[in-house]
């Protein structure tokens, strides 16, 4: 599943990002890593962007930039 599939709320952690281009390096050093868990806060009413909680801080990404993100979901334990 892709970081932009998300539903507002939903927590994953990253799979794979991709290696090539300015944009995604510069997405991975702000710690946009596999193994990282991120979270869907909401997305803008027109669907981009997209707000995502990573690593303590809130970042706004494009969708088609979260398009390209692998992540696998979390399922939150039961109470």
Known sequence: MF?????????AVIT???????V???LREMGLL???TVK??????????LEIQIRGY???LRRGEAGSIEVEPQVAPAR
């Open 16 to 22: 794979k990002v991709p290696n090539g281009g300015d």
């Open 24 to 26: 995604f390096l510069r």
């Open 34 to 36: 596999p193994g990282t």
């Open 58 to 60: 809130n970042l706004s």
């Open 3 to 11: 970081l932009s599939e998300l539903a507002p709320g939903a927590s």
């Open 40 to 49: 869907l806060l909401r997305a803008a009413p027109s669907g981009d962007p």
